[in-house]
């Protein structure tokens, strides 16, 4: 992506089912947990550069003895932080008292992080500040064990201040306006609620009190809490939650847009965001890893059993296709194969643009998560080329040995061009400067093209085009080629983001640019003004009411018209030199990506109806100079 943008999170959660001895018997260690658990985020460390988190359950410890840990960090490398100052921590009691690494019971007793039920979270912010406040899991504390809650998600939602004043309305006074807090309020109202009402009714069978702690410890129905909590939810997300007697708990949204993969057996349940994580730490097959249907909930009660069941009917599928192109690491069998298929799939296009002069031509990409689709683009190219070689040897009667070795001689010309410099640092703040500095963020190599060449680099996706316009192409240009053609495996992203991507505003869009600048230059832009307007009349509706109108802007348009005018704003700096930039199409996207069928971020399609007031408001925003968030 030459344009970085911040994304969801991921979480980890690992129920062990067997003692700690168990463990320490069987895998040499008791921190088998622990020694999972970084691993699994680890594996997920795509999603989160922003910070890290981590907590624990401890199963059946006596009262005065600390059952609950936590841990966050915000440091450069998080999840090792994170699991150094555990190491740290655990090494020091140890030290301190030698005999406790065999007696496990002592062990669980007085070190912290030795726990049954873990949760981990890697966070990638989507908006506000980076501070350890803002890193999960977050803690709802309470003297009563089955009353405290922890919480750490993947996920966005549309509709927070509906349910913030829900909570207002409850009687409730919020800490924070963030998604985490109202919905770890949310659910801790009605985890509350469930165990008053129980409470009243064993106090009248005649029950103790502390009795009644232990009966409702094992008779809390987690799925009625979650149902009544997610009523209102309106957004994309996987949300985990520990409880403090014992029960655990991940739910999907209904649309099963953020991703869920589990894995149980006898020994161990383990739920995380990505399924090649899980494969991973626990050195798994591709197919005992299953996914969590959309709508559903997996819940590990206290005593280990595990059930699954649906606590919002599912809706149709829109699971995110931009976890495929870019969020996800692209060693899932599946999505590795789908990004490889959008390389080809783009492939005729390409072939067309450059006149099909392969011989003339330099293929490459830059550097990240597009080299999957350039592997598939290459892939098209040689299946073209065979073509062209069986057709001249089959047309051509009594070709000489040489002659046959010069046409199977004839292959794509592949070349590393574009190599980001790690090391640099946009840290310069005055525009002149620092526009000078992004230049130059990207090396390229000297001496592969020639005069006569047209360069062809692949992208996972084009965002805003700043690092396009600013140093990409400039970079390039100087490697003095006939003509740079940029091929972006994804589609034109023309409308923001409310579910996990931090595209919340419609100005910032290089499509949504190129489609205002035709619009003014074919004497239509009193179209903006009727958008403005019938997307403020659109907001006074309710959200199952209303229609995505930012639609309206593009509709005069063809895709090739918009992927024109996007080519003339990136590059009218390089007068010299002939610049193409090809999209991927809408359609090609689903023949690649047949199961993730989410593609708003494209279409305008939003899978939930808080999506077009969303897109309604982002477009207000735009038109008043508000730069407000629009959700």
Known sequence: ?????????????????????????????AFYGINKMYLLMEKQHNRGQDGAGFASIKLDVDPGKRFISRIRSIEKQPIQDVFGKINERINKELKLSPSLADNIKELKNNVPYLAESLLGHVRYGTFGGNSVENVHPFLRQNNWKHRNLILAGNFNMTNSMELFNSLIELGQHPKEYTDTVIIMEKIGHFLDDAVRKMYKELKKEGLSKQDCSSIISKKLDIFKILKKASKKWDGGYVIGGLLGHGDSFVMRDPNGIRPAFYFKNEEVVVVASERPAIQTAFNLKIEEIKELEPGKAIVVKSNGVVKIKSVIKNQENKACSFERIYFSRGNDSEIYQERKNLGKLIMPVILNEINFDIKNTVFSYIPNTAETSFFGMIESVEE??????????????????????????????????????VKLRTFITEDDSRDDLVEHVYDITYGVIKSTDTIVIIDDSIVRGTTLKKSILKMLDRLNPKKIIIVSSAPQIRYPDCYGIDMANLESLIAFNAALSLLKENGLDSLIKEVYDACKKELELADDEMRNHVKKIYDHFSADQISNKITELLSSHLKNREVKIIFQSIENLHKACPDSKGDWYFTGDYPTPGGNRVVNTAFVNFYEGNKKRAY
């Open 1 to 29: 992506m030459s344009d970085p943008i911040k994304h969801e999170c991921g979480i980890g959660h690992i129920r062990l089912l067997k003692p700690l001895e168990f463990y320490k018997k069987k895998y040499g260690s």
């Open 384 to 421: 073209f080329l065979n073509s062209q070689k069986t057709d001249q040897i089959i047309s051509k009667k009594n070709l000489s040995e040489d002659k046959i070795r010069n046409i199977l001689s004839v292959r794509p010309r592949i070349e590393k061009i574009a190599v980001k410099d």
